[in-house]
C-alpha cells in the first residue's frame, strides 16, 4: 500500500491520503493524491507569501507535474509504505525563535550547519548527498540534502532536503521529505523504489526553495548568492 501525507506552512498538519500504487502510469488514485499535495502546497505558499507581505500566484499547476513526475512508475509489486511531506516557514520577525516564542507555535529556528559533516552528525549519520552554504540578500544559512537508511527502521530509506536562511529581519526554512517502508520485502525494496525517485525529489526540493526564496526577496533581485 503506498501512503502519502504532507504538511503545510507554519507547522499544519494534515491527515495522510492513501492510494493504491500503480505501474508505468499514475492510477486515478494517485492523482488524487497529487491533486491533493498541490493544493496544500499552493495554500503553503500563500501563506508564506502573507508572512512576506508580497503577491503571490498559483503554484499548483507546475507542483502537479514535479509531483506527477515523484509518482510516476511506482512498483506494483510488493508491499511498502511511499511518504511525502513538506513545510515552508517565513517571518520578518525572528525575534524569539531561539526560545519558541516567535509565534503561536512556539517555534525554534533550526541551527544552520558549517559543513556536510556537521549536517550528517545533526542526522544521525544519514548519508548527505549535497551540502552548501548559501548567503543571500541579507539572509544566510545552508541547503543540506541526506538520503539513506534511515536510523529507526531498517527497512525505510528516507530522504530529506532542508534550506534554512537566516538574518536580523528574517527567517525562512524549506523543507522536502519522503520515505519508503517496507516491513516484507525490507530495504532492498526500499531504496530501490527511493533512489528511482531521488532526481525527481531534488528537483522538487528545489523548486520549493526557489519559490519561497522569491517570496522572501518579493520581486527584487537576488545579491551575494554563494552556494
Known amino acids: 500500500m503506498l501512503m502519502v501525507a504532507a504538511g503545510a506552512a507554519g507547522a499544519q498538519e494534515t491527515d495522510p491520503v492513501e492510494a493504491a500504487p500503480s505501474s508505468n502510469s499514475i492510477s486515478d488514485d494517485e492523482r ?5 499535495l ?9 501563506v508564506l507569501a502573507e508572512q512576506f ?16 513526475d515523484v509518482f510516476r512508475d511506482l512498483p506494483d509489486e510488493g508491499n511498502y509504505g511511499f511518504t511525502v511531506d513538506f513545510e515552508m ?17 512556539a517555534r525554534k ?3 544552520v550547519h558549517a559543513d556536510a559533516q556537521a549536517c550528517a552528525a ?12 548559501v548567503e543571500i540578500n541579507g539572509l544566510s544559512g545552508h541547503r543540506c540534502i541526506i538520503a539513506g537508511q534511515s536510523p529507526d527502521f531498517e527497512d525505510a530509506w528516507v530522504y530529506a532536503s532542508w534550506l ?25 525494496l526500499s531504496s530501490r523504489i527511493g533512489l528511482e525517485r531521488l532526481d525527481a525529489l531534488n528537483v522538487m526540493a528545489a523548486e ?8 522572501y526577496l518579493g520581486g527584487e533581485p537576488a545579491a551575494d548568492v554563494a552556494p
Request: no cysteine; hydrophobic share 40%.
Open 122 to 133: 545533526a542526522n544521525r549519520n544519514i548519508p548527505v548527498i549535497r551540502f552548501e552554504r
Open 208 to 215: 520549493i526553495e526557489t519559490l519561497a526564496v522569491d517570496a
Open 53 to 68: 507581505d508580497v503577491e503571490s500566484f498559483s503554484i499548483r499547476p507546475m507542483m502537479q507535474a514535479l509531483l506527477g
Open 32 to 36: 488524487a493524491v497529487i491533486d491533493d
Open 38 to 46: 498541490a493544493r496544500q502546497l499552493d495554500e503553503s505558499f500563500a
Open 109 to 111: 529556528r533550526r541551527p
Open 89 to 105: 516557514y517565513g517571518t520578518k520577525n525572528p525575534d524569539g525563535l531561539d526560545s519558541g516564542e516567535a509565534d503561536e507555535d
Open 164 to 188: 534554512v536562511l537566516e538574518g536580523p529581519e528574517a527567517y525562512l526554512e524549506v523543507t522536502t521529505g519522503g520515505a519508503v517502508a517496507s516491513e516484507e520485502d525490507g530495504y532492498a
